[in-house]
């Protein structure tokens, strides 16, 4: 698999950025919804980096973080990881709950389901973007959460990949938002299991065994 | 001049005091600490998965328990420590995300462990401490000065062993 990361040619490459770029667009929309205010996202990056690299694309390994994480079933499965830096998760939350001001670094029950919700809704949004142009069905699993440090929590997509290899194939927008006074920064990963790559190459006609 | 060494996911480095060894944020990783106290030298490995035998040649080593772990201690017995004398220390290995899954990536922290004190065991290293599961990350640091294995977590405190 390491390998056929690393001869994975620039159409191809541009492919997936593709596809990346869509899905993002669909997501910000959707979350522009969501939080009433201006989404701003970077072009996607795809890139092909060595597994021990990708928490340090989340500002370093220690980084306090909250993940929505989901699996993606069908044809072509793979692991979305939706992150935002804690403050970040904050700042969106009490957003939607219409809180003013926050007294403690505790979510409640129902902060929980709204930042899942989110991600939820992320996720949906490329995976759409994802099956419109492979014309593969793909279903997200049901949103799990967690806030820890960064390396903690892509442990779970990174060790999968690690069976097979030593790279990833990480397609990674970063969004933002002028909340008045704060701001919103997030991250969005789509990783694909091994072999779930190739699937989609085919399905797009720019796979090359040659 | 103390250094602070820092220990990748999926790699492994060894010091001498007055170093320091880190690893930042562990998840289901395991991060296996080994000291000789009379030398004050010691190791620091920071593994993602139990076993290597479904890996090919020439991946890294320093991903699996069970290469990671004899590399680890023919480098410090390298730098001058003494075999016998080796102790081990273990920290991670926890579940990040909680499923109802019986899928075995997602019980990866605890297989680590279990992997990480059999192989401990085989190579006649001594388990001295050890803090791992739960479903928090940590970040490790071994202190060669002292031997002390420290580690911090956002919100379960930080402790010595």
Partial sequence: MSDELLRLDALQLDALREIGNVGAGNAATALSQLINRRIEMSVPKVSVAPISDVPELVGGAEAIVAGVFLRVFGKAPGSIMFILPRESAYVMVDNLMGRVERDSLELTEMDESALKEI??????????????????????????????????????????LGQVGDYALVIETEFSADMGNS????????????????TILNAIGVWNDG | MADTIKVAMADLKVGRAPDTLISYGLGSCVGIAIYDSTTKIGGLAHIMLPNSTQSRAGENNAKFADTAIPILIKEVVRLGAIHSRLVAKIAGGSQM????????????????????????????LRLIAEDVGGTYGRTVELILDTGVYKIKTIDKGCKNM
């Fill in chain 1, 183 to 198: 701001e919103i920064k997030g991250h969005f990963f789509l990783i694909p299991d091994p072999g779930s790559l190739n």
């Fill in chain 1, 119 to 160: 991600g939820n809704i992320v996720a949906g949004a490329y995976l759409n973007a994802l099956a419109h142009f492979t014309q593969i069905t793909l279903l997200p699993s049901i949103p799990h959460l967690a806030i820890d440090m960064a390396g903690a929590i892509l442990s779970i997509i990174l060790t999968a």
């Fill in chain 2, 97 to 124: 995300f909680n499923f109802s899954s019986s899928n075995d990536i997602m019980r990866i922290g605890e297989r680590n462990a279990e992997a990480v004190r059999a192989i401990l065991k085989k190579e006649g």
